[in-house]
Each structure stands twice: as C-alpha cells, then as structure tokens.
C-alpha cells in the first residue's frame, strides 16, 4: 500500500506503483482535470505542481511521489482564482481548452520560481506546453498580466 | 439524380458516395456534377437580416425551428438555451445560443447552455464541420429567439388585458410602457409556454441598431471558469461506475488483418482484466473501426502497459508496400502528364505553346495528422438493445446512426452525448472510436472507456491526404497572364467510402482548383488519378491547403520572374472586381451553398487584399534577414488575406515576428472569437509548413508522436498576429470562420521566405531546407 497526498489529502493506492501519476490522478482518484496528451512529456498537458515545480505526471510514477506534495488543478486555488486562472478568463486564452489546465499549472509554477519573468522566459518556460489550437498569443500575455497584478 | 435536393438519404458527403455505385464516373455524377443542379437564383437585394438562402436546408435533416426545443425558462427566470452543435474550440456553443438570447432579450447573465445529445430529428443538423454552424444557423436562431420574444409578450398582454402591440420585451422582463407594468421572463414562462408559436413569416426580428451582443466581441465562451478550474469535462473525463477502460491495438497498415495474437505477458500485468479481438471492417468502410486486440484494465495506464505486452501477428494485406518516397515520384509522373478535365476555359493548351514564356512550378504537400490535443476517446454503455455513448464527436448524428447500424439496434435506442472536444480539426468528425467503445461495452456487459493514445492517433487516424500540385503559367512578351493549367493530383477523401476511388469528389475539386477565380482567359483544371493506401480524411480546411500553396506561391513566383510587387500581381490576377460566372467555375458544391447568397465575389476577394495590405504595412521596410509575404484565398465562402514576416538567421533559423490577417466572413456574432480562430490558424499553418508530414514505409506511418511529429511551440509561434475582420454589409450573409485562416498562410510565409532568402520553396514541410 501506498500513501501520497493530492491537494492536501492523503490517498491510498494498492495497485502497480510504476503506474504512471497521471492516470492514478485521472483514473483512480478521479481527479480529470490533469489531462493526457502524448504521455512521453512531450506536449505538457498533465502538468502538476510537485513541491514549487511543475512536473508531467504522465512520466511520473505513483512512487515517485510518496512524501511529496502533489498540487493538481483542482487544487490550485480554492476558488479557481489564483492569478494565473484569473488572467486566463480576462484574456479569454482557451479555444478548445483541452491543454489549458497543464498551461495553467507550467505558467503559475513559473510564477512561484520568477514573480516577474521577462518576455523571453515566459517563452521558454512555456514551449514545453502544447496548445493545438495556437492560443500561444494570449497564453503569453495572461502569464505576463498574472505576473503584473490581474 | 440530385443530390442536394434529397437530404434524407445522405449525411455529408459519405452517404453520397454510397447511393451510387462507385466507379470514377458515377462519383461524380452521384455528386452532382453531372446532375441538374437548380441553384437559387441570385438575390440582388436583401433587406437588412432578411431570410437569405443557406445550404442548411440540404444538410441531413436540415434545420429545427422551434422556440419549444431550444429554450426553456425557469420560474426564477433562468434561461436554459440548447446548444446543438460541437464545441472544439471555435466557440459555438456560446455564439448560437447568444443569438437565441440576443434576439429573445434575454440577459445574458441569466442564460445557461445546455448541451445537446444526438438527434438530428429534433434539433436539426448537428454536423459541426466545414464552417457552417454561424452561416447556417445566425438565422434560425434568430428567429428561435424573436418566437420565444413574442410567446413572451403574448402572454404579458393576456395578463394585463391590453393589445400585444402595446408591449415589448426588454432585457430578461416584458414592459407595459403606458402603465409602467412590468413582468419578469420567469413570472411569465408558465404562461408563455401555453402561447401558439408563431410562424417564422410574421416573425419581427430586432434592428441591428439595437444589438446588445451580436457583433459586439465582450462575450466570454460559455466553458471558460470551468476550463480555467479543469471542471470542463472533455470526452476522456467521463467515468461511470463499473467503467472498464480499454486501449486498442490496431492493425498497421491500413486494410491489414489480425493473424494472430498472445496474451500471455499482458495479463500478467498488474491491473489487466481481459484481452480480446475487437472486430475490424475491410478498408475502406467509412467509419467503422479497423478492429484488433483490446486491453482491457481497472486503468488507462495499465491498459497501455498490457497492450505493450501483446505479441501479435497481423497481416499487413495490399497496403503493406506503401512508402512516400515511391509515392510522391507517382504522383510527380502523374501530374506531368494530361488528367481528367475538370475546368476549361479558353485554349489553356494552345495559349501554352504560343507563350513568350512559361513557368512551371510543382508544390507537394504531404500526409498531415490532425494531432487534436485531446486523442480520440469514447465511452459506452451497452445495456441489451440499448446504447449510451459519451463522447467528443463533431458529428453526434452521424454517431448516433453508425453506433446503430454496426450495433443493430434502432437509432432510437442510442443516446450520443456530446462532451466538449478537446480539438477536432475534422478528426472527430468520424466515429470509429465511439464504435469501438460500442462494441467493446457489448462485449464485456460493462461500461468502456476506449482511450487512443498519441501514437494510435497519429497512426491509425484519417491522414490530411497527400499533394503534388502542378502549375503552370504562361505569360505573353508583356508580361501578361494569359494561360493558366493546373493539375491536382491527391488521393480522394472518397476513397474512404468506396474502393477504388481515384479523383478528387466535387467537394475536393471545390476547395482552390476549379473556383479558382483568377480573370485568365485560357484556364484549364485537371485531375490526374491518384489511388490511396491509407484512410484520408477531412482535415481543417481540407484541398484548400494545398491548393492555395500552390496558386498563391505561383503568383509570387510570376511576380518575381516579370520585377513585380506580389501584391499588384495578386490583384492583377484576380482582375476586376466582379461575381464570377458560375457557369464558367462548374463548382457546383460551392461549400454547399447557394451561389446567389455566396457567390465567388472579386470585390471581396480584393478588398482583403487591400485592406491587409494597408494594415499590415505591406512594402514597410524590414530588417535584414527578414521578407514579407503575401498570399489570398476564399474558402468556406469567406475571403482572408494574410502578410506574414518571416526573419531568417545566417544559419537558416526561421523566426516569425508578425502576421497580418484580413477576414471577410460577412455578418458575424463574436468577433473576439473570429480573432482567437484567426490566431489559432496562423499557428495551425506555422506547423504545417514548417514541420508537417506523416510518412509512410512497408505501409505503416512512421511517425508517433511530437517528437517526430513537432507542431509549433509558443517559443516559435508568432511574436503578434494582428486580425482585421471586415465589417459586413448590412445584408451580406455570414460565412465561415474555423478553416479559412489556415490556407492563406503557408504560402504567405513561403512567399515571405523567398523576399527574405531568395529561395523558393515548393516543397513542404520547409524542415531543413533553409539550413545552409
């Protein structure tokens, strides 16, 4: 048995503990906002927050994370109002939506590590994030306006 | 027989495809070219937001206009409106019911959306493709929303005794002005809903003087504090007690057959439950799934680890010899030599051979894979003769009717409900994996969940088809156009229906060949055959991608061999603004439209020119290193004009600092959505033409992921896209938004490379051609 703790609460798993977190998250626990898109940590859509960083949970193991910290979406802010979310709704980044939660969670970890990241850190911090549609622009500037005060 | 005027039996165009026997000929005939085709005749005048003619009548089951199915209201006044088509991104399901409440006077913060399941019978068409969902529906769901406007105004009068006329809907209540009585829409919906519903004829539509919403653009979607808090729920979120989640392995090479299989080590995976055959259709059968051996697990991820386990023999069948390299040269020799006709005008032959001079260019394109964020993923739950699908389709009555038919149960016992989309791109507008979860809950007595990972996706899905488009221009001793040959050769999206099926359908033909709308006296089409080895599909914006990389490359290409401004040129060659002469195109699919609403306008088409032109600078200076280019399309009978800046390093490193897009898509609901779309397509098109191509060898895609199939990232993605949409005319209708943005763009930013570099490029993706 295997105890980790997701958005402050502990969760238990039986189960093969080479199971990658991300589909412990989605499957198990039934916590869906963290998403699967490639599942080689290609494209940034199961994005979690473990202890300040932001980690692809499709490439992480279940025990990997025993004693550890998981912050998943829905554990981001208690009313889905940290900055990032905010700048977010004010921009109106999403089109289908589907990467946006792993965007959320790679742009407010950036956010932890550099309040006020420059032009071209928030490039870079973000490029390991797909979005198919191409909302690039607006998930650019809501990092940017999250970091200035929404 | 006519196709357009027997909707019944036809959903899009693969059910035309099977009320004809499939031989080259009757395709085109079973599709009308041949056919007697009334178009309606050209309307010259519209009042403001009359009734204009839309293809949407011709769509399966056409359109549901009745207040009674789309909108109900609470006794506290919420509205709840239908949303009936697909949301993957574009913004539908906010746009079609905020005309519903524009037009009914609601108040937006007062509606919610509910989402449709499939049933064309009672909503009307639900196929969310081809750019239609505003065109065909901004006036059925105006007047949904005037009924339901003038139910409720009916019913306030009843209650005071006074004559309707004397009250007015405002703002989510009912006013009396004369004695300042007022009723808000919940006091009145039990009443209201006992009102007759008004014919569409007597129906007042509001003045677009007194919008409050439509064409304003400070509307946010519907979805965005869930899609912000990660409560949307997309396809794959649906979980159901008792659910089974499964993986698939499927035969590799298209048309390919399951020998063998053992499953020994998989189910000596922790957390597998059972494997087995899931049955397949021969190639090609339109949406049915291709079959295999699925895993079946208490998790995704042990369903992948089992499938990873499976020893399995296939027989790879006639495709196994598929290899691009072979296949292009195929398709080089075919576009070299005459095709079948389908456009002539003048004596393209002769004028080519009496030219002062020719140029000849061949643009290959190559397989694209839609790669929708979200992967294909469905659940059932098949209880006896009765079905329940959970899933991300754009097409939720065609599901609904394929689940049936392969279930062999009455449509009526399906419920298709339709989550959000995680992408669709026309992925998702073919049900296979709603099939497969089908099947699979059958078979197991449970709730599925059928889970495409990334590499199933990109290689088992229905590929953008492969391209060589061969033009060439002939110019007299002045410089002058004047003879015009262009071959399309590309496996046919038809061959997905019927066997053997080697040119281009009406619809293919339709998309930047035979609606070519350059003044050019001596112009000739052909369609050379092209067999496919591998499921071809509709892809965002579809032949119009290929095609306008080669005509709007050609263009540059003949205004760089006579000393011309590309964009003189451009509109030289689209010549006087005028409607061009249907009879002359032979389109007669035109998006599925009528000509006379939307006819090929060269006014428009120039207009966007001009106006990206004037916006985006064209003729600016730029930095060394750096080009500009230019590149024009109608598709889905809107008109968008791009210039792109491209920035090229001394080592070949492709940057691009800014677009510029003009959109003309006619009367428009919200604008914000028609930039981020816009946006979206520059990204779209960045990828394409810089990374994009599944290659095939021994007959299976050779790609599997965003390792070796990259799609552009926000570190390359364009510093700014500017969006410049056209204000429409007070009667012009609206057109389409999804798809148009993306064809302009790869030739825009190719033409770019070559002000920049010198260096054409007719071959995509650019890869490492500019690399030194």
């Known amino acids: ?110 956010l932890m590590d550099n309040p006020k990241p420059s032009h071209d850190q928030i490039r870079e911090a973000m490029a390991g994030n797909i979005c198919r549609c191409g909302a690039y622009q607006r998930i650019e500037n809501a990092v940017r306006l999250a970091s200035t005060g929404v | ?83 009936h088509r697909a949301e993957m991104g574009t913004g539908v399901r906010t746009s079609l019911p905020l005309i519903v409440a524009e037009e009914m006077e609601a108040d937006w913060s007062r509606v919610r959306v509910q989402q449709a399941p499939g049933n064309e019978a009672k909503y009307g068409n639900q196929d969310t493709d081809g750019s239609r969902s505003t065109r065909h529906y901004l006036m059925p769901m105006r007047q949904i929303g005037a009924s339901a406007r003038s139910m409720l105004e009916a019913a306030a009068a009843k209650r005071w005794g006074v004559p309707a006329t004397e009250v007015k809907a405002r703002n989510h209540e009912v006013v009396h002005a004369a004695s300042g009585r007022k009723l808000g829409f919940g006091e009145l919906a039990a009443d209201a809903a006992k009102e007759s519903v008004p014919g569409i004829e007597g129906l007042k539509l509001k003045d677009p003087k007194d ?43 298209t048309g390919g057959k399951l020998k063998s299989f053992d499953a020994a080590d998989a189910m000596k995976v922790s957390g597998v439950e059972k494997v087995l055959e899931v049955k397949g259709w021969p190639w090609p059968s339109k949406f049915q799934p291709l079959g295999g051996v699925a895993v079946i697990a208490r998790n995704t991820g042990a369903a992948i680890k089992g499938r990873d386990a499976l020893k399995i023999v296939w027989d790879d069948g006639a495709n196994g010899k598929y290899d691009s390299v072979a296949y292009r040269a195929s398709l080089e020799e075919a576009a070299r030599k005459p095709g079948l006709v389908v456009r002539k005008e003048g004596d393209a032959e002769a004028a080519l051979k009496s030219a002062d001079k020719v140029i000849t260019g061949e643009y290959y394109l190559p397989h694209l894979a839609h790669v929708s964020m979200e992967p294909p993923v469905a659940v059932a739950d098949v209880k006896g003769d009765r079905c329940e699908i959970w899933a991300p389709v754009q097409s939720a009555g065609g599901t609904r009717e394929d689940v049936a038919k392969t279930l062999g149960i009455p449509e009526a016992n399906v419920t298709v409900n339709v989550t959000l989309l995680g992408g669709g791109f026309g992925r998702k507008s073919k049900c296979d994996f709603a099939i497969e979860a089908a099947l699979l809950s059958k078979e197991l007595g449970a709730p599925v969940k059928v889970q495409w990972t990334r590499e199933d996706d990109v290689r088992h899905g229905f590929l953008h088809t492969v391209s060589l488009e061969r033009i060439e221009a002939g110019l007299d001793k002045n410089g002058k156009v004047i003879a015009w040959r262009h071959r399309s050769v590309a496996p046919t999206i038809a061959s997905t229906f019927a ?13 930047g060949l035979i609606d070519n709308p350059f003044e050019i006296a001596n112009l000739q089409c052909e369609n050379p055959e092209a067999a496919a080895h591998t499921r071809i599909g509709w892809f965002r914006a ?61 006014a428009r088409l120039r207009k966007v020119v001009e106006l990206v032109a004037d916006k985006g600078g064209w003729g600016r200076s730029v930095p060394k290193g750096h080009g500009l280019g230019i590149a024009v399309h109608r598709s889905f009978v809107s008109y968008i004009a791009t210039i792109v800046e491209v920035a090229i390093d001394d080592k070949g490193k492709l940057t691009v600092p800014r677009v510029d897009t003009a959109i003309d898509c006619g009367t428009y609901v919200n604008p914000e959505r ?13 990828s394409l033409a810089k990374y994009g191509e599944i290659t095939f060898k021994d007959g299976k895609v050779q790609q599997g992921n965003f390792d070796d199939f990259p799609v552009i990232r926000l570190d390359e993605s364009p510093l700014v896209t500017h969006v410049y949409i056209v204000p429409p005319g007070p009667d012009t209708p609206p057109s389409g938004v999804g798809e148009p943005g993306v064809p302009p763009f790869a030739p825009a930013l190719i033409n770019a490379i070559f002000a920049a570099t010198g260096k054409r490029i007719r071959s995509l993706p650019i890869g490492k051609q500019l690399e030194a």
């Open chain 1, 1 to 110: 048995m295997i105890k980790v703790k997701i958005n402050g609460q502990e969760q238990n798993w039986d189960g093969d503990p080479d199971l990658p977190l991300l589909w412990f998250l989605r499957d198990e626990v039934g916590l869906t906002g963290t998403k699967y898109g490639c599942g080689q940590a290609l494209c940034g859509s199961c994005t979690v927050i473990i202890d300040k960083q932001a980690v692809r949970a499709c490439i992480t193991s279940v025990s990997d994370v025993v004693g550890r910290d998981v912050t998943t979406i829905e554990g981001l802010h208690p009313t889905g109002d940290h900055p990032v979310q905010k700048a977010w709704r004010q921009l109106n980044v999403p089109q289908c939506g589907y990467c946006q939660t792993g965007q959320i969670m790679q742009g407010a970890a950036l």
């Open chain 2, 1 to 83: 027989m006519n196709i357009l005027t027997n909707p019944k039996k036809l959903r899009g165009f693969e059910r035309h495809l099977k009320v004809e026997n499939v031989s080259r000929r009757s395709i085109l005939k079973g599709l009308g070219i041949a056919g007697g085709f009334a178009l309606a005749a050209p309307v010259m005048s519209r009042p403001a937001f009359a009734a204009y003619e839309t293809g949407a009548g011709a769509m399966p089951h056409g359109t549901v206009v009745d207040p009674r199915v789309f909108v109900s209201i609470a006794p506290d006044g919420i509205v709840t409106i239908i949303g």
């Open chain 2, 211 to 253: 919008f409050r919403y439509l064409g304003k653009g400070q509307i946010g979607i519907v979805d965005l504090k869930d899609i912000t808090t990660g409560k949307a729920q997309y396809g794959a979120d649906i979980r159901l007690p008792g659910m089974k989640y499964a993986v698939i392995a499927r035969p590799p090479v």
């Open chain 2, 499 to 511: 066997a053997g099926a080697k040119h281009a359908a009406p619809f293919e033909l339709g998309m």
């Open chain 2, 542 to 602: 579809v032949s119009n991608i290929p095609r306008a990389f080669a005509v709007q490359s050609m263009v540059a290409e003949i205004a760089a061999a006579t000393k011309r401004d590309p964009k003189d040129m451009l509109l030289e060659l689209i010549g006087s603004p005028r409607l061009v002469n249907l009879s002359s195109v032979k389109d007669p699919w035109n998006y599925g439209e009528p000509y006379g609403s939307y006819p090929i306008d060269t």
């Open chain 2, 674 to 686: 028609i930039e981020s779309q816009i946006e979206g397509a520059a990204i779209m098109g960045l």
